[in-house]
């Protein structure tokens, strides 16, 4: 092998390690979970009512009880995160925005499913619809409250919104309700990943 050829070899090994060292730069973790919350919510204000169509309660409302999130993120980081540019008029989102996507522990998945039937965090099982607030963008040292709802069901009987899980079965999935991984993402890109049950 002559002089030369080794020369470039090395320098080319060089610029390999500067690569991944800048690569591995590049992945640091800037977002802060600030604070996480969960309770069980019944409040028409934050969630909202279903208008009964039909029976002896026609024209009522029903105000469905829900799992609730509270959780505040913040950009630590020097570059805006998440966008604007792709709204999805169908799904009321913004397809290039910050999104969070809940990932239960084997326990809370064996909890969400004995109590409701099917798993609530899931988007393609749930059949009762998640509510959701948030911010798509967070600029550098922004922070922003991220809010969600999963609909447990109605604490009365109606023709329009299945009837929730008991009391005790509802009491029973909010014990269990931190053991799940955040995971924060734009474009389905993981930037950030967060274990609630390290908080309590």
Same mark, same amino acid.
């Given at each position: 092998?002559?002089?030369?050829?080794?020369?470039?070899?090395?320098?080319?090994?060089?610029?390999?390690?500067?690569?991944?060292?800048?690569?591995?730069?590049?992945?640091?973790?800037?977002?802060?979970?600030?604070?996480?919350?969960?309770?069980?919510?019944?409040?028409?204000?934050?969630?909202?009512?279903?208008?009964?169509?039909?029976?002896?309660?026609?024209?009522?409302?029903?105000?469905?009880?829900?799992?609730?999130?509270?959780?505040?993120?913040?950009?630590?980081?020097?570059?805006?995160?998440?966008? $604007? =540019?792709?709204?999805? /008029?169908?799904?009321?989102?913004?397809? *290039?925005? +910050?999104? !969070?996507?809940?990932?239960?522990? %084997?326990?809370?998945?064996?909890?969400?499913?004995?109590?409701?039937?099917?798993n609530i965090y899931n988007e393609d099982?749930?059949?009762?619809?998640?509510?959701?607030?948030?911010?798509?963008?967070?600029?550098?040292?922004?922070?922003?409250?991220?809010?969600?709802?999963?609909?447990?069901?109605?604490?009365?009987?109606?023709?329009?919104?299945?009837?929730?899980?008991? $009391? =005790?079965?509802?009491? /029973?999935?909010?014990?269990?309700?931190? *053991?799940? +991984?955040? !995971?924060?993402?734009?474009?389905? %890109?993981?930037?950030?990943?967060?274990?609630?049950?390290?908080?309590?």
């Amino acid at each position: 092998m002559t002089m030369q050829l080794k020369k470039i070899l090395i320098f080319t090994a060089s610029i390999f390690i500067i690569l991944i060292v800048v690569s591995g730069c590049s992945n640091n973790q800037t977002l802060d979970l600030n604070n996480a919350t969960v309770n069980l919510t019944n409040d028409e204000g934050r969630l909202g009512s279903i208008g009964i169509t039909s029976g002896e309660r026609a024209g009522e409302n029903v105000v469905p009880i829900a799992l609730s999130y509270d959780l505040s993120l913040k950009n630590t980081g020097k570059k805006e995160i998440g966008g $604007m =540019e792709k709204a999805n /008029k169908e799904k009321f989102k913004y397809d *290039d925005g +910050i999104e !969070i996507h809940f990932e239960p522990n %084997e326990t809370l998945k064996e909890v969400v499913e004995e109590v409701m039937g099917f798993n609530i965090y899931n988007e393609d099982e749930n059949k009762l619809g998640t509510g959701k607030t948030g911010y798509p963008v967070l600029e550098p040292n922004q922070e922003g409250d991220y809010t969600f709802d999963f609909i447990l069901g109605a604490l009365e009987e109606n023709p329009d919104l299945a009837l929730a899980p008991s $009391m =005790e079965q509802i009491e /029973k999935l909010e014990k269990h309700a931190m *053991d799940v +991984i955040l !995971i924060i993402s734009v474009e389905d %890109e993981e930037l950030a990943r967060f274990d609630l049950s390290d908080l309590e």
